[in-house]
């Protein structure tokens, strides 16, 4: 006889409560002729495979610990403590920095396979640190201070850090969900001989090719700022994400701003279906008419364009203008089929196409997923 | 109080069951005198030590998971989706290409420590696709198409793919389970530059010697063909596979076609003990008289004949004609004791001992298993 | 609704129990303005985040298997089954070879953020082995045959091994919680070409850099000695340990003999707490009254003299005086917060700070923790 039991309540009240994803990938990048790259082409491959496991301890504390097996290897993302005293609530440990609403929001969860171009481009990540959230009703305030990655701590000569505080405001107005939102972001990389670099891939991840690439180039500090907006009407959203990234560089060498934003709008076509948003993120989507009672599931359209710019200064890693459309089907509410197609108009790119700097690039995905 | 609940069921009614197993193997394997080698003699390791996590999603869905840290690092197995419908289950992600029963059975139940030589030597592997399978009371038939091992696939340039079919028949027909089968796999390496190689360790995995070895050689696609048949009788079992992998080769190149087969039988020597058959494959013993109810266990004696070719065309990988004994204790339904002893003849062989080319090779082995 | 299970029985009687920790360190590391390492000054990291899983299996069995991914990677750590007959307990796989009172000890109970600096010096870790244990009452004794740890055993060349013996004695005399205890461990490294390493970092693991290290030396084998003591008489608590090892060199080398010892005492400063031991080791504390409850929890002080001597025969890896106080908040059951200073008196180093051989460092260490 099987029990209900959502969690494994351990002596003395700890509990345990293991979750997961499986998320499956297969996509096309046709890129121009001119460029030669057995990257492109078909591809696929396992996306993300994950377990976690979180819980609550007496006190209001809490743990959380996620891994990733789609590399082949082991990837940690959270790896977090956690303190709750009433509407404020700490985390130590590796966990997001506060970059944005889709950054925050479950890649379970999001319209498009892909986040928009510039949240891999500008390098989000989890981060080793400490951070406080206040929330009260439909405001949120957040800040905190980080080290770096888990995996770029191995070397303990590495001292960047960074500080970054984001708030929102989500009123309900009516029957209409709104999300506003700001976030600023400093980084010191404060080591002698510092480099960065950003680029991205065409939409999807099953090809390793970027065509948005700086290169490495030398450098000691980040700025960035973000704006965000959001809208659920019924079936109806929006989501809007803008993000500067200025960087210092050392001495005489001039200072480039690099720049992102993309907007998205999608729309369900079942009736009764929204997109669910709670915590100030978007969350799961549960059909009203679910496959396992007999109906279809949710089924929605999304639009988005996806801009991305990374010349500035004397830096050239081009500019994107990415147009895409995906379909979303949520047979239940742990499962998930997408299929997208997307058009990258690219110019003053770092990869010549013959002798073009500018060229067009396109690439059809799908993905299945459960979680649990 | 502890409640009995073989596994967690979440809210919204996905379960999450958790299961792992752990071996310790040791071994001596004794060859001749001219060859010096110091992985051979004795050695001992962990085989296998894995923890997974499978569940039910509701609307037919379900997950599996699973990893191995034996190797010092994480190794991915199983990790797809899976979706019931009727008589048919389609399967997403990495599991197992039908490549034969004793391929297809658990480690935790086969009848010697390692599987018949050809299934390592051919390259049998878990790989990312799709498939589906159709089973219908003793008769079953399961097909797919699938890329490669997520290892393998990290590197985005690789397009190889494979199609694979088999189909089984498992009447009982009075006390007799009989099984017979056969499967056919094809595989496209689809690369410019493409090599294989086949080789396999001397029945033991504490060595890391392969005297049985192609080396590598230029290919392009495989064919195989596997027949396999079983049949359980009370305390009587008998298991018997062939397997021929055919490849294809550039160009003016040879194509050489490479076999191995082979046959085992056993015997309870416990009354009431039998080897157990489930969903097409050999499942878990559970001993009639086990240790924690007063009983002593299952105790089985195996012989087994394994064959191995990896001579043709102008590749030269050695000859095997395998003998070996092995003896199984199952004190209770999770735990096994394994003693067995491997004579090899080697001819033809690609290593010399001093200026011959036939020799053999003498293994004993032993393991302790538990699994969860 | 949640039931209360503290584990998960899977049928037919066997449990399923996960436990992790996670430790996240910060911490300030000062030497000799003359050694100019960027390793030094802050420095912060998750020193431990782990996942385990153990449990029961019917007929007396059980496993347990643990895994930390702080490197950000997959490291394993215990691995192994076990089997209880009466007072006898038998373990096979990876686990510890009874190096010592304070090694065996969880790192989630330990006085100071490091362990006294001659266990990791002396290379404590787990091995693959098989070991037997008897206690009755207040007497133990224990002692294996191991091999390597698990890493190391990827090479099948490796044919290292080691015999391990422990004794402890542990009377409750009145109030006070006594406990004495012996070991010795022998290893050969029976491998052609030997050499190890003994070094050790300062106090803190927040730092990679070692002023203690003999650097790479041909060694053969390994005899160790190790003595411990320890009391616990209501909110005091002392424990000193010393271990000998003794370094078997090729032919005409000298063998070195190097030491080390610490001795600490702490005293809680709430009423009613006191160090818990349980199984021959320290154990959980847990406050009489907690922050959950309304109390404050329970506030230790500790102070620590910690000796390691790497100098003899020719060697030359540094002698450490090193003197520590640490103050250790644990709030609730299953959290705690560690604040400690040391003070490291270096001779004779192998690291000079200009042309001076002795020099002093100093650290500052904090832990925060939950485990469950």
Not at 215 to 243: M, Q
Not at 273 to 283: A, H, P, Q, V
Not at 343 to 368: F, H, K, N
């Amino acid at each position: 006889t099987v029990s209900q039991v959502p969690e494994l309540t351990k002596k003395d009240g700890v509990t345990f409560t293991p979750f997961g994803r499986l998320q499956v990938d297969a996509g096309i990048v046709n890129g121009p002729d001119e460029i030669n790259d057995p990257g492109l082409g078909f591809a696929h491959e396992i996306r993300r495979v994950r377990i976690g496991f979180k819980g609550d301890i007496p006190g209001g504390f809490g743990y959380k610990m996620e891994v990733d097996f789609a590399s082949g290897d082991l990837d940690l993302y959270d790896a977090y403590m956690e303190y709750a005293a009433g509407d404020a609530t700490f985390k130590l440990g590796q966990h997001n920095n506060f970059q944005g609403l889709e950054e925050l929001t479950s890649s379970r969860f999001t319209s498009f396979m892909e986040r928009a171009a510039f949240t891999d481009a500008f390098g989000f990540e989890r981060k080793v640190g400490l951070s406080a959230e206040y929330a009260k009703a439909d405001w949120m305030v957040q800040g905190g201070v980080f080290s770096d990655n888990l995996e770029n701590l191995q070397l303990d000569e590495n001292n960047s850090w960074s500080a970054d505080a984001r708030t929102v405001y989500a009123p309900k107005i009516g029957e209409a969900q709104l999300h506003i939102g700001g976030s600023v972001h400093y980084r010191e990389f404060n080591d002698a001989s510092d480099v960065t670099r950003y680029r991205q891939r065409p939409e999807l991840h099953v090809t390793d090719t970027r065509f948005m690439d700086t290169g490495n180039f030398s450098a000691t500090s980040e700025l960035g700022y973000g704006l965000e907006a959001a809208a659920v009407l019924g079936r109806f959203h929006f989501e809007g994400e803008t993000f500067w990234q200025h960087v210092g560089r050392p001495a005489a060498l001039a200072d480039p701003t690099f720049f992102g934003g993309s907007a998205e709008m999608g729309l369900f076509l079942t009736s009764g279906d929204k997109r669910s948003y709670k915590g100030f993120k978007f969350d799961r989507v549960k059909p009203a008419h679910p496959l396992d009672q007999g109906g279809f599931g949710a089924l929605q359209v999304n639009l988005r364009y996806d801009y991305l710019d990374l010349n500035d200064a004397d830096i050239r890693g081009g500019i994107q203008n990415a147009y895409a459309a995906s379909l979303v089907w949520t047979p239940t509410d742990f499962t998930r089929l997408m299929l997208e197609y997307s058009r990258m108009e690219y110019d003053d790119m770092p990869i010549l196409a013959g002798t073009q700097d500018d060229y067009g690039v396109d690439s059809i995905g799908m993905r299945a997923q459960v979680d649990f």
